[in-house]
């Protein structure tokens, strides 16, 4: 489906670019795995089963995403189509969602606990992250709209076509990963209860993607300007936020101004992203302005989103 994807035979074997960095994000985060979970013996098991069904499973998982959700895939929709990965297309949530559940199941078999699991298998899925959007300059995945900007569309954030230029959206999710995985690894350091550092990862994704996945423009899981991953990105926002104000209202010694707060704005800030987004795509507004927009309100719940989690900090037996 995507002849413009780069690819070479070796062998009388075709391989891609962009599966070669997935395998390569493969092998980094059951690397780095393996390497937090080195100091005890059941997290070591826990740590080879998760890698043992992370792939398999989030293999299936992106597949099946991508196969029943594009809208471009299907027309072409079957049993051989799906099975047949040189057709292209993949989910990213859906192959993080299999690595969670390989997490989940791995930690039951070993009996270590899910929440500690989860923390150990953030940065995991962070590092995958990498090499796993660097691969997608090896195809038409991850660019954005043209560039109406001189300065931006002269710069190495930018990629020229035969018309126009485009905003590297995927060296952008990039860099943020690196970021992301950076500040997971300092928090995993600190002391505190399990599951803090899972929540944070997805507090910072869900933020970052949301973003990224407006600026997108590939047409990858998308309705029209409604874009499938956007939707999951703020969905696991709103999920963070509400889970994060829900435990502390549930902690009667904690004050409940922050969490009634956030729940009140929830509802005002997601309208506020979809109005945005509308306006994006149906304003002649500029790109900047819309964006500038864009960002302040995302802000908000980035903001709000930190402050509950500091302030959950104190919540239950550990404190950070």
Request: with cysteine.
């Amino acid at each position: 489906m995507f002849e413009d994807t780069l690819s070479f035979s070796v062998g009388g074997i075709r391989l891609y670019g962009y599966g070669l960095a997935l395998m390569l994000g493969c092998w980094l985060g059951v690397s780095m795995l393996l390497f937090l979970c080195r100091k005890t013996q059941r997290e070591r098991w826990a740590a080879a089963l998760t890698a043992a069904l992370s792939l398999p499973l989030g293999l299936l998982f992106a597949r099946l995403v991508y196969c029943f959700i594009d809208p471009g895939f299907r027309p072409f929709i079957s049993l051989k189509n799906v099975l047949d990965l040189s057709t292209g297309g993949l989910s990213m949530y859906g192959a993080l969602l299999g690595a969670v559940v390989a997490a989940l199941v791995s930690a039951r078999i070993a009996r270590v606990k899910s929440a500690r699991m989860l923390d150990l298998s953030a940065p995991a899925l962070a590092v995958f992250l990498i090499p796993a959007r660097l691969g997608e300059a090896f195809t038409s995945l991850g660019i954005s709209r043209p560039l109406t900007t001189g300065w931006l569309a002269g710069s190495f954030l930018a990629t020229r076509g035969d018309y126009d230029a485009y905003l590297r959206t995927w060296l952008l999710e990039a860099i943020a990963a690196l970021v992301i995985l950076l500040l997971l690894l300092r928090r995993l350091k600190a002391a505190g209860r399990d599951g803090r550092v899972f929540t944070l990862a997805c507090l910072l994704y869900a933020v970052t993607q949301t973003l990224f996945e407006s600026l997108r423009n590939d047409g990858h899981l998308s309705y029209g300007f409604i874009k499938v991953q956007q939707v999951a990105s703020a969905v696991l926002l709103a999920g963070v936020l509400v889970f994060l104000s829900v435990r502390l209202l549930k902690n009667r010694r904690e004050k409940t101004f922050l969490p009634v707060l956030t729940l009140s704005l929830l509802p005002l800030v997601l309208g506020g992203l979809i109005g945005v987004e509308f306006m994006l795509d149906r304003s002649t507004l500029g790109k900047l302005i819309s964006y500038a927009a864009f960002l302040a309100v995302l802000a908000i719940p980035l903001t709000l989103g930190l402050m509950l989690y500091h302030q959950e900090a104190g919540v239950g037996k550990g404190t950070d």
